[in-house]
């Protein structure tokens, strides 16, 4: 387990395989998720319908665990990956 920033975890989801992370939420509980930005790993009827970036306040990934897309707040106040 180590901290990363959420330009760290962007590019971690992208990758091939999914990541495994923890985050404290705005209300201050801890996020366990495993989740992915790879379209090769998420199913066809989750797609974004449209192509609209994801650059802003929040990091939106999807959650492999829940099946749902969720987001991180970008200032969150801590991330970690584990291998």
């Known amino acids: 387990m180590f901290?990363?920033?959420i330009e760290d975890l962007r590019r971690n989801l992208q990758g091939t395989t999914p990541v495994r992370f923890s985050y404290f939420k705005k209300d201050g509980t801890l996020r366990n998720a495993t989740g992915t930005l790879n379209e090769h790993l998420?199913?066809?009827e989750m797609m974004p319908k449209d192509s609209s970036t994801n650059n802003g306040e929040n990091l939106k990934y999807?959650?492999?665990?829940k099946n749902a897309w969720r987001s991180i707040q970008i200032?969150?106040?801590l991330v970690q990956i584990f291998e």
């Not at 999807?62 to 665990?65: A, I, K, M």
């Open 42 to 44: 998420i199913p066809g």
């Open 75 to 77: 200032d969150c106040s």
């Open 62 to 65: 999807y959650d492999l665990e």
């Open 3 to 5: 901290d990363i920033s």
